[in-house]
Nanobody, 127 residues
């Protein structure tokens, strides 16, 4: 069974940090694209960042650039999103997702690109 499990969310004060994890089972990240998305109440799913496991190439949404870092640890079959300098507007449920395709800026942030999704982890940033 293909599963993605997102974890690491929680409550943090503005300016704080969290590291989200996305652990895969039933497949490996060896030749996949992985994305992080977030969804705040009443809003659509927003692409945050993505990474190509093949060459570790990354993309970041403007809201994440300079604050967030995406990485993949193939030995642990886990993708991470390190979030620094968190702001209240970062509050959302964060989801990881996987695609078989190579990711470029044009498809990195598109939910429809991805084949598998984790259950999400709540990030709440207080002011």
């Amino acid at each position: 069974e293909v599963q993605l499990q997102a974890s690491g969310g929680g409550l943090v004060q503005a300016g704080g940090s969290l590291r989200l994890s996305c652990a895969a089972s039933g497949f490996t990240f060896n030749d996949h694209g992985i994305g992080w998305f977030r969804q705040a109440p009443g809003k659509g799913r927003e692409g945050v960042s993505c990474i190509n496991s093949s060459d570790r190439g990354t993309y970041y949404a403007g809201s994440a650039k300079g604050r967030f870092t995406i990485s993949v640890d193939s030995s642990k079959n886990t993708v991470y999103l390190m979030m620094n300098g968190l702001k209240p507007e970062d509050t959302a449920v964060y989801y990881c997702a996987v695609t078989y395709d190579y990711l470029y800026e044009y498809n990195c942030y598109l939910p429809s690109e991805y084949n598998y999704w984790g259950q999400g982890t709540q990030v709440t940033v207080s002011s």
